[in-house]
């Protein structure tokens, strides 16, 4: 779980050195560094715990570290959102920034249909706002939840192509 926090924070480093919102960057790198320093901390908890005994305030402090890590990567995720919609610049040729970009831009262009579709339909108030029963947009944390089996407020880890880590793209 502890390595599993450093893919996000690598994933929120590749977004924020492309972000064209200094805002959205700054808040990004902030989100990917708490995410590390949490990752960090859970990693020598986790530690310690297997050479030690068995004792419930080591097992709670472990439990208690990987949920702020999913507190953390949802953190990274909500700020990689506000990112892709103020717009990246376009990656070198890293094959890594290049697939982190792309898996953005396809997430973005979703939204955008999404919103276009909700704006046809007609679920909207007298005043153009959405009616309670619309369907909610789609979120970098929605389809990272969705890919997790495991439960529902774990985000699963991105699958691994040609040995670089990446977002996955069910978009």
């Known amino acids: ?64 570290n990987a949920q702020n890590l999913i507190q953390a990567v949802l953190h990274v995720l ?17 094959p890594e920034e290049e697939e982190v970009a792309a898996f953005c831009m396809r997430w973005r262009k979703n939204l955008l249909w999404h919103r276009a579709k909700e704006s046809l339909n007609s679920d909207r108030d007298e005043l153009g706002l959405r009616k309670t029963q619309a369907r909610a947009e789609p979120s970098l944390t929605a389809i990272m939840q969705e890919q997790s089996p495991q439960t529902k407020n774990t985000p699963r880890r991105p699958k691994n192509i ?10």
Do not use: N, W, Y
């Not at 909500?78 to 890293?94: I, N, S």
């Open 1 to 64: 779980v502890a390595s599993d926090g450093q893919v996000f924070v690598k994933f929120g480093h590749i977004l924020a050195k492309h972000c064209l919102d200094k805002r959205c960057s700054t808040e990004l790198l902030c989100a990917a560094e708490q995410t590390h320093t949490i990752s960090s901390q859970l990693r020598i908890v986790a530690r310690v715990k297997a050479v030690t005994a068995e004792s419930k305030s080591s097992s709670e402090l472990l439990v208690s």
């Open 162 to 171: 040609k040995g670089h880590t990446i977002m996955d793209s069910h978009l």
């Open 78 to 94: 909500k700020a990689a959102e506000a990112a892709c919609v103020k717009g990246l610049r376009q990656p070198p040729p890293d």
